[in-house]
């Protein structure tokens, strides 16, 4: 009798234990959330104080107090204001300007405003620069600049989202960058109205519905009507260290008669293996065999294609037809036309791997 009741008595325990064991990884599980956005992209520490990471610095107007004095962990770590929830945070990778933005959508973003005029950023802080923050009616953006292209890791927990800088090529093995030309001011080309700018970013965005299926990591210089500077065309592949760098032009000559495909190359940079002329060569067969068009061949850089001729990675530019031809002008004002002109680079991206490791 007395040792069924031991047994009874060890069992409550035991029903008790457990039971009180599984109230505390239900309510930690109730209040860890990692679901953050990520439109473009786990050693965790308890929060630092939250009372002001004051900068040693005089701080300019809107600006984030960033900590520098110490920190153990490899995260960069941002507070965020308890009303905060996971899926009202979106981290956006602005790698051509070297910025990473956090956005918290809120109709208490106004009063987030004041929290971040206090409260500053904390942790590994060595590849950010400075930080701002704005309010806007139904949104706060905190824009930190970067010393350099990354991509990130992050995870929301206890009021704090932090993130982990990677360089590109730790996160992808495949890295290219595809460079549509003109933007901006810089129309290129144009005639009857239609201008070059718009095609070569026409291009892309094609060009980004064949590469978002595949392993293979894209940068693109601009999808937009932005126009970077050579410098910065040519600094993304450097950056990112990509593995090739493609421009997309168009080309015109007074001469109405001339048409069909040329791609350009760097002969001054050799690259053992796969260089400029092995990438121009692909791209020149690919796009005229996709497009079932006239090749014109293979073209030397001249002074003024700065973009290929700065590239320090395998890079030529497609010169994707005549604007200034009436026949070639109506193909490439054609979707469908677009859209076989992305299919060759893409074939060329992916026999320049297949046969060349890249």
């Avoid at 904390?122 to 292209?149: H, K, M, P, Q």
């Avoid at 002074?303 to 005549?322: F, K, L, M, N, Q």
Wanted: glycine share 6%.
């Amino acid at each position: 009798m007395q040792q069924n009741s031991l047994m009874k008595s060890t069992l409550i325990y035991c029903i008790l234990f457990v039971a009180a064991a599984m109230s505390v990884m239900l309510y930690y599980a109730a209040t860890r959330t990692t679901g953050v956005a990520d439109l473009a992209q786990e050693e965790i520490v308890s929060p630092a104080q939250k009372d002001g990471n004051a900068s040693s610095v005089p701080l300019k107007e809107n600006e984030l107090a960033i900590d520098r004095s110490t920190w153990h962990t490899k995260y960069f770590c941002v507070p965020m204001p308890e009303a905060v929830k996971a899926e009202e945070v979106v981290l956006e990778n602005h790698y051509m300007d070297r910025e990473l933005w956090v956005s918290i959508s809120s109709d208490q973003a106004k009063t987030y405003e004041e929290f971040y005029r206090t409260t500053g950023v904390y942790g590994n802080c060595e590849d950010v620069a400075e930080g701002f923050y704005e309010a806007e009616a139904e949104r706060i953006c905190l824009r930190f600049a970067l010393t350099g292209v990354y991509e990130y890791r992050s995870i929301f927990e206890d009021h704090t989202l932090y993130v982990e800088f990677v360089p590109s090529k730790e996160m992808y093995e495949k890295v290219i960058v595809v460079d549509p030309a003109h933007g901006g001011e810089e129309n290129g080309v144009t005639a009857e109205g239609t201008q070059a700018k718009d095609i070569t970013v026409g291009v892309a965005k094609a060009l980004k519905d064949l590469f978002d299926e595949t392993d293979i990591k894209v940068y693109y210089t601009r999808m937009d009507d932005s126009n970077p500077g050579a410098a910065d065309r040519a600094g993304l592949a450097e950056a990112t260290k990509a593995d090739m760098l493609i421009r997309i032009e168009v080309s015109g000559d007074e001469n109405s008669k001339v048409y069909g495909t040329e791609t350009v190359y760097n002969s001054r940079f050799f690259i053992p293996g796969f260089g400029n002329v092995e990438l121009a060569d692909l791209l020149e067969r690919e796009v005229v065999t996709s497009i079932s068009g006239k090749a014109n061949g293979l073209v030397e850089a001249s002074a003024s294609d700065e973009v290929i001729s700065s590239a320090t990675v395998p890079a030529a530019a497609i010169r994707v037809g005549y604007l200034t031809n009436s026949q070639e002008a109506i193909l490439l004002r054609r979707e469908d036309y677009i859209k076989r002109i992305a299919e060759g680079i893409y074939n060329a991206v992916i026999k320049a791997y297949e046969q060349y490791g890249k």
